[in-house]
């Protein structure tokens, strides 16, 4: 468990890494014997499909059957037990979950991940089911005195996340399993050119400091990832969705929160500047890159 403050060292070598892991310490192994079998996750998916039920009404998902792209997690409620799987889960998911529970605890609060599958190219990630109302849920029927209340107890989360760092001798860019990290998101704005690798890089990308601290970030900062509880005096009891999470320039987290909301609305004009660093030096090369990527 981390103390109040200071830097909290987070390298590979504490994460576990492999496919198949088993958090035995966790609460859920302190009820029951064993994880449900990937089978079972699918049938449970499947079965909560053909009744209409949906952990996540936001979000459609195709069928669990047979393609696994992006099929609705599974809800074992009496187990306290949520399992995300398909071909597009990223065990760092699971590792990042792992990592923040043991250094951060609850300075952090996320859901307590009980292991995860790997089965061919498809992942299950077995985690806690939080129960709850996501901030989008309950924005409207929030009172201005919730939402700043709501805003700083964010901004003291993500102070506490920003406290992680890496082992200076050994610094990387990217997520949690250290694939590699292209210039994707810069190169967008020349994809569609006959020859985008001879086009000089636009002044834009100058913008976008090489020279910033790598921190470690959520990555989708979105309300609807954001769990409170549903009755007042409203407090945070998760924050979800790590997929997108890992080591990244500083001004990522604010730029992704921004790029995920309407520009206008109060949200990004006044409660996501009460929350995050906004780097708004970004901004416009920033946009320029995400105009690209299109509709």
Known sequence: ????????????????????????????????D????????QAQSEAQRLAGFNPNPRRGYQSAVPFFIKPQPAVF?????????????????????????????????????????????????????IRGQ??????????????????????????????????????FVGMLQRPTFHDWFTFLCRRAMPDPYSVPIEPYRYELPDDCAIKFTHGDLHRSNI??????????????????????????????????????????TTYLPMILDMYTGTLESWDYYTISIGP
Not at 34 to 41: C, G, I, Q, T
């Open 77 to 129: 409620a009496d187990m306290d037990l949520l399992v995300k799987w398909g071909r597009t889960e990223h065990i760092s998911e699971a590792q990042t979950l792992f990592a923040l529970r043991r250094l951060l605890n609850d300075l952090v609060p996320v859901p307590e991940v009980y292991g995860w599958r790997t089965d061919g190219d498809v992942k299950y990630i077995y985690m806690e089911y």
């Open 34 to 41: 064993e994880l449900p079998s990937p089978k079972d996750v």
């Open 227 to 268: 769990v409170i509880s549903s009755s007042r005096p409203y407090r945070i009891l998760a924050i979800v969705d790590w997929e997108q999470s890992g080591w990244f320039p500083a001004y990522w987290e604010g730029r992704k929160a921004q790029y995920s909301a309407w520009m206008t609305e109060e949200w990004t």
């Open 1 to 32: 468990m981390a103390n109040s403050e200071g830097p909290i060292r987070l390298t590979p070598s504490m994460i576990p890494n492999s496919p198949n892991f088993d958090v035995t310490d966790s609460s859920f192994f302190r009820k029951w």
């Open 134 to 171: 996501t901030l989008e849920q309950a924005w409207e029927k929030l009172e201005p005195d919730d939402k700043v209340s709501i805003s700083r107890e964010l901004r003291k989360i993500y102070d506490n996340l920003r406290r992680l760092e890496q082992d200076p001798s050994d610094p």
